[in-house]
């Protein structure tokens, strides 16, 4: 089974849009950003297991890149399944410390924009498809909503459901060179 992908346009974000989306960040909290990382990248890799090979590729290059490795480099690590692990939360947490430097200039469409642009040509790089970046809508979704629980309202959800449109549509526009 593969990604399917769905048409998105961007919508503007409202100042009550802004508003509810930070209000909410903030009931994230920085110290949940490995374990909400976490099930996102899970949750992206069951609804979308190709990522799942073209993530582990990448990283396995980047790594053959910077150094040349040895079974000694593992000796670190446990077993493959720890640091599996290991890099899934610290991928995840990262993918949550750019969603924070998003959300803080989610009222700066310019900056935001920009920042957007950034992100998706380093994920060109990796060979991330358009259908890649919109399996982040329902794994951040489900994320926010397991997370949250009674407090991932209808009002959060959509005003995040608005910011990842706009996250989603304005990278692919990068990813494809499809800038208008």
């Not at 949940?32 to 090979?53: N, V």
């Not at 920009?114 to 060979?127: A, C, D, P, V």
Request: net charge neutral; charged share 30%.
């Amino acid at each position: 089974m593969g990604c399917s992908q769905a048409k998105i346009e961007p919508e503007a974000l409202t100042p009550d849009d802004a508003r509810i989306i930070r209000e909410t960040w903030k009931m994230v909290g920085r110290e949940a950003y490995g374990e909400y990382g976490q099930r996102l990248m899970l949750r992206i890799f069951q609804k979308c297991p190709d990522i799942k090979s073209l993530w582990q590729n990448s990283r396995v290059m980047n790594n053959t890149n910077a150094t040349t490795t040895t079974a000694a480099d593992d000796a670190d690590a446990p077993n493959t399944a720890n640091r599996w692990k290991i890099d899934l939360r610290n991928h995840g947490s990262k993918f949550f410390n750019s969603l924070d430097d998003l959300i803080s200039v989610v009222d700066k469409p310019d900056e935001l924009f920009k920042m957007l642009h950034e992100i998706g040509i380093r994920h060109k790089n990796y060979e991330t498809k358009p259908e890649h970046i919109q399996a982040i809508v329902d794994g951040l979704n489900h994320t926010m909503e397991f997370g949250l629980r009674d407090k991932w309202t209808d009002n959060r959800q959509k005003s995040f459901q608005r910011l990842i449109n706009i996250i989603v549509g304005r990278t692919n526009r990068a990813l494809t060179g499809d800038e208008k």
